[in-house]
């Protein structure tokens, strides 16, 4: 992969090299764009997350445990990051494929320096017909309130912000930093203030640790524009020692909230969607979008690998097929070893035509009872949400 020193525990993979491109096909004029690709499974390209940094100042125990991101944890050398030209190329390369949505993540993204130059990079590219691309940041909202209105100049459309409860003390124990609640909340209204919206934000819910805040933050977010999401608790990586036991259901999570409001299930709003939407119904029925809507995203319980559109970028630069995969495409060597743009997007051409992955799916067939220690699937830390 790099000439970077192996930790003891390493929790990424190593790469493989990217294929290479399949033949060009024939065609009245080189200025063609590329053909946009589908995968074995007959899902187009649309999304492409891409992971700016490794590091993180929270320790949330279902993503950087403490225990393994220690002060002794060896995160990637700068050497090792993709530079912001190497993303926005690459990020050109994939709009070129179909690439409609990208979106920012990490580790934690605002901790990455001048972040804000990427993005006013990002938001000069265009799509094969001349659209912009909708560019879109996931955060914990540490930063956010000192950030907001410089990202947003910068070009950033929305953000998503992880809260995973109101409780201070939950909230506290869940980061495993102590990092207040208000903090958080204070970067969700200086994302508002800028117009840096429609807000989403995401909550994992842990069965036994934070169900409890499922109804005090929807009470808290209804009718305030901001969308709020509950995500099951994934047994994503190989270090947070997931088991079943702990992950509620999103039929549980929608349950809980109909106990309270009469909900509504709402139509995707676009193809691909991760969350399914539901909404707060009148008083004789229907939607009442004065009081908004919240999602849930169902990883576990019910997978929606079927129109699964998304790429994603490691912070040094593997392509990643599935959230879920234990390795990772080489696009860096490409990048450092002087390929054209022709060959670089006719191999991530070549690489998307011949994905399988439905991991979601697969797994629901035969579902897990805990996380296995060998399966060394990469880290959301690693490779971003
Ligand atoms: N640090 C940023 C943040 O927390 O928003 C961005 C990166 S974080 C890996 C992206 C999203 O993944 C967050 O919303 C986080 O809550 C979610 N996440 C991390 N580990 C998860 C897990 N095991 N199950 C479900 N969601 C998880
Ligand atoms: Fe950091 Fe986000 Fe992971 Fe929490 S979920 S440890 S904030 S990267
Ligand atoms: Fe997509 Fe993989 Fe998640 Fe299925 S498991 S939805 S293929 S990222």
Redesign the pocket.
């Known amino acids: 992969m790099s000439e970077r020193v192996i930790p003891l525990v390493d929790q990424r993979p190593s790469g493989r090299a990217m294929p290479s491109a399949l033949p060009a096909a024939p065609s009245l004029s080189s200025s063609r764009p590329p053909a946009m690709p589908l995968d074995a499974l007959k899902r187009p390209l649309r999304d492409l997350r891409i992971s700016v940094t490794d590091r993180?100042?929270?320790?949330?125990s279902?993503?950087?445990p403490k225990s393994v991101?220690d002060k002794d944890y060896q995160y990637l050398p700068q050497s090792a990051l993709l530079s912001f030209e190497e993303i926005s190329r690459t990020a050109k390369l994939f709009a070129s494929l179909g690439v409609t949505k990208l979106r920012l993540t990490?580790?934690?993204p605002l901790l990455r320096k001048h972040i804000e130059v990427l993005i006013a990079m990002l938001a000069e590219l265009r799509t094969p017909s001349g659209a912009p691309l909708d560019i879109t940041l996931?955060?914990?909202g540490?930063l956010l309130a000192k950030k907001a209105a410089a990202l947003k100049a910068a070009g950033l459309q929305r953000v998503t912000v992880?809260l995973d409860g109101l409780d201070d003390t939950v909230f506290r124990q869940m980061?495993d930093v102590d990092f207040p609640v208000r903090d958080v909340l204070a970067g969700i209204e200086a994302a508002q203030a800028v117009g840096l919206g429609p807000i989403k934000v995401n909550m994992?819910v842990k069965r036994g640790t934070n169900e409890h805040e499922i109804v005090p933050m929807a009470r808290f977010f209804k009718g305030t524009g901001v969308v709020l999401r509950f995500i099951e608790y994934m047994d994503v990586g190989a270090t947070n020692g997931w088991r079943m036991d702990e992950v509620l259901p999103s039929a549980d999570v929608i349950a809980r909230l109909q106990a309270h409001w009469p909900m509504v299930a709402l139509d995707a709003a676009a193809p691909g969607e991760t969350a399914q939407r539901w909404g707060y119904a009148k008083a004789g029925g229907g939607h009442d979008a004065s009081a908004g809507e919240i999602g849930v995203i169902s990883s576990v319980t019910q997978a929606f690998c079927g129109d699964c559109n998304r790429a994603r970028l490691s912070t040094e630069g593997q392509i990643y097929l599935c959230l879920f995969a234990t390795h990772g495409h080489d696009l860096r060597a490409l990048l450092r070893a002087g390929a054209s743009d022709e060959d670089i997007a006719g191999s991530i051409s070549a690489l998307w035509s011949g994905r399988t992955d439905r991991y979601s799916q697969l797994r629901a067939m035969q579902p897990p009872e805990a996380s296995e220690p060998g399966a060394r699937r990469v880290e959301?830390?690693y490779i971003g949400?």
């Open positions: 993180c100042n929270f320790r949330c279902y993503c950087m991101f990490g580790g934690e996931t955060t914990n540490s992880s980061n994992v959301m830390s949400g």
